[in-house]
């Protein structure tokens, strides 16, 4: 049996999260975080102490903090889920955002939604873009942050890789063993010829429009595009054919 046929479709639930720093401004920072990150920006920026101005060190903050779980937060969640129309019998992808100034708020809604509906490893899974090196690593450690427990599908720490299968990660399926290369969803949507997620902003817009606008609603349609492109994404690499506009429902 394929990999790709190991959980059913109905049984999967697809999943994007978008961060930001957990500040507006590094200034807002205690004086033992501001040293921690200059720290970290020796290392991005390969450069020494000596060769690092304040105000580099400020800028660097505002566009990278948001991709480091000790430095950023989560501001949504959106997830996305198949069912099948009683009518028809075609898929319906339903997506819903937890979005939430208050991170600890979204991290309990969301865990509240897996703790109900998707509570068994071994009969439901978890399948996004990056998600074993980037979206479940970050919710796992912010929930530690907030001293949430952690749901059961993401108990994950300490577990060997045969024992985390239940989460699939589309661009780990991609590579087919490589390890060289990082593939974008977007290249991906484009050369299997579905709508690209990036029609309105990028990730690196994503800090402005929480903290510059605060504008959650705006985060969250675009958090859902990423959701809505890796469920295609899997549609395809299942080789069945992607949903159409009338197949997907956004919950509110």
């Known amino acids: 049996m394929s ?4 959980f059913d479709l109905y049984n999967i639930l697809f999943l994007d999260i978008e961060t930001v720093p957990g500040h507006s401004d590094f200034e807002e920072l205690n004086e033992e975080l501001q040293e921690l990150w200059g720290i970290k920006c020796r290392n991005i920026l390969r450069k020494t102490a000596d060769e690092l101005e304040f105000d580099e060190i400020a800028d660097q903050y505002g566009q990278r ?3 480091y779980a000790e430095f950023g937060k989560i501001v949504c969640i959106s997830v996305g889920f198949l069912t099948r129309q009683p009518e028809s019998n075609e898929p319906l992808l339903r997506l819903k955002s937890y979005a939430n100034h208050m991170e600890a708020g979204l991290l309990d809604d969301f865990s509240e939604l897996l703790n109900k509906h998707f509570n068994n490893p071994d009969k439901f899974a978890i399948c996004g873009h990056n998600i074993k090196e980037f979206d479940i690593p970050y919710i796992c450690r912010r929930m530690l942050v907030n001293q949430l427990p952690f749901p059961r599908m993401l108990d994950i720490a300490g577990k ?3 024992e985390t299968k239940h ?3 589309t661009m780990e399926l991609w590579k087919f063993g490589d390890i060289k290369n990082y593939t974008s969803l977007r290249l991906l949507a484009a050369i299997f010829d579905f709508p690209s997620p990036k029609d309105d902003m990028d990730g690196s817009d ?3 429009v929480y903290w510059e606008e605060r504008d959650l609603d705006r985060i969250a349609s675009y958090c859902e ?4 492109a890796t469920a295609q994404l899997f549609l395809k690499m299942k080789r069945l054919p992607i949903l159409r506009n009338d197949q997907i429902v956004i919950v509110r």
């Not at 990999?3 to 190991?6: E, G, M």
């Open 3 to 6: 990999f790709f046929d190991a």
């Open 65 to 67: 903090a948001g991709i």
């Open 160 to 162: 060997k890789p045969w």
């Open 167 to 169: 989460l699939l990660d």
């Open 206 to 208: 994503v800090a402005s």
């Open 225 to 228: 595009k990423d959701v809505l």
